[in-house]
């Protein structure tokens, strides 16, 4: 079995809503879904170090703080396993989309996930960190 070691973003704003952006039509998997920023883990690479480089590729901003939130493992096929390690996040300055990797960006909360063609694995990461929130 491959396995592939993968960072992700919870990227919050001050009023709690997560930053989702929609994948480019251009891209050659899952055109048009919804998702966090994100991606592999390069070689000597740290999940930070990939969570930094990710953040500053695809939305043009550094990183102001970040936490790690939770480890995910996702079996995408019988031969694919992918390990992730998912960060909340809080930016310098507003994102601009890098428009190879998405169309727009939109701020939601709980509540407006619904209206979101998220990708599974994404939509669950939402879930469990908006229901830490009230576990705390």
């Keep these: 079995m491959n396995e ?3 960072a992700s973003a919870l990227i919050l704003r001050g009023d709690g809503r997560i930053l989702i952006g929609r ?17 592999k883990i390069e070689a000597e690479e740290t999940p930070e170090e990939c969570i930094r480089r ?29 390990h992730t390690d998912v960060f909340v996040v809080r930016l310098v300055d507003d994102p ?3 428009s190879d990797d998405f169309s727009l960006l ?5 509540q407006e996930m619904e209206r979101f063609d998220l990708i599974p694995e994404i939509r669950q990461r939402l879930v469990d960190y908006f229901e830490s929130l009230t576990s705390i």
């Design 96 to 98: 601009i989309p890098n």
């Design 23 to 39: 994948r480019s039509e251009s891209k050659a998997v899952l055109p048009g879904v919804w998702e966090t920023i994100g991606g």
């Design 54 to 82: 990710e953040i500053w590729e695809e939305l043009e901003t550094g990183v102001d703080s970040l936490e790690f939130f939770r480890h995910y493992d996702h079996k995408l096929s019988p031969e694919l396993l992918i």
């Design 4 to 6: 592939v070691r993968a």
């Design 106 to 110: 939109r701020w939601i909360n709980r």
